[in-house]
């Protein structure tokens, strides 16, 4: 059973550009959660998604920023016209339900750097 | 405001040694509280989910202790390996509206040394 699986590791925009970054979670978790580190900083809640919906979105920016997961294929994450600010590791995890006693597994991170 | 805090920022040991990381944190109401381990350049490992009701819980020489009236957990690491060398992170949960909210401290980075 592979781990959750985030691609690309890196990630280098033009600022202006569009920066997509993709979450395959583990076989039989359908619960995925993106969260963003800033250099110096802890993981903060961006987005909590299951199949096909958005749970919980409290923690995205209200512009530039959507993230789906569809029923077929990966999570993304997109950021459109990235700037200085986006620079930062995106990390997905993912578990099996919503539930105090489900361990959330993480993937090794996108690291986005806007130029 | 629901707030986790960490101490030490840092912290640097010879291995071999023992040493304990703190968290407190004002999470409301509060589901879960977790220890992570995160190694430069990877995403957090779980290390110890504790509830309510738990006061303490082992993960080998990993050891969570928690303190729900006072607010305060910590992690006890035995025999420090070169190999705990990382980040650890302190995460507290709330259930509200229906879904889990996770806060996340900013960690402490431990260093062992030869």
């Known amino acids: 059973n592979a781990g959750v699986m985030q691609n690309p590791r890196h990630l280098v925009r033009r600022r202006g550009q569009e920066a997509r970054l993709r979450c395959s979670p583990m076989k039989g978790h359908s619960h995925v959660y993106w969260y963003r580190q800033l250099p110096e900083e802890g993981l903060k809640f961006m987005v909590y998604?299951?199949?096909?919906?958005?749970?919980?979105e409290s923690g995205m920016p209200k512009e530039r920023f959507s993230a789906e997961f569809p029923k077929e294929g990966p999570s993304i994450l997109r950021i459109q016209q990235v700037v200085r600010g986006d620079s930062a590791a995106y990390f997905c995890?993912?578990?099996?339900?919503?539930?105090?006693?489900?361990?959330?597994?993480f993937g090794p991170g996108t690291r986005l750097t806007v130029t | 405001k629901n707030q986790v805090e960490q101490s030490p920022q840092s912290l640097i040991i010879l291995e071999g040694k023992n040493c304990t990381l703190q968290?407190?944190?004002?999470?409301?109401?509060?589901?879960?509280l977790r220890w992570y381990k995160q190694d430069t350049g990877r995403g957090p490992v779980s290390l110890t989910i504790?509830?309510?009701?738990?006061n303490t819980k082992s993960n080998g020489r990993y050891t969570a202790t928690l303190d729900a009236d006072t607010k305060q957990s910590s992690l006890h690491i035995t025999a420090s390996q070169l190999s705990d060398s990382a980040s650890y992170i302190c995460v507290v949960s709330a259930r509200t509206s229906g879904t889990y909210k996770y806060i996340f401290g900013t960690g402490t980075r431990l260093k062992v040394l030869a």
């Open positions: 995890a993912s578990s099996e339900r919503d539930s105090n006693s489900y361990e959330q597994y």
């Open positions: 504790m509830t309510f009701s738990e």
């Open positions: 968290c407190n944190y004002t999470v409301s109401p509060f589901s879960n």
């Open positions: 998604l299951q199949k096909e919906n958005i749970i919980d």
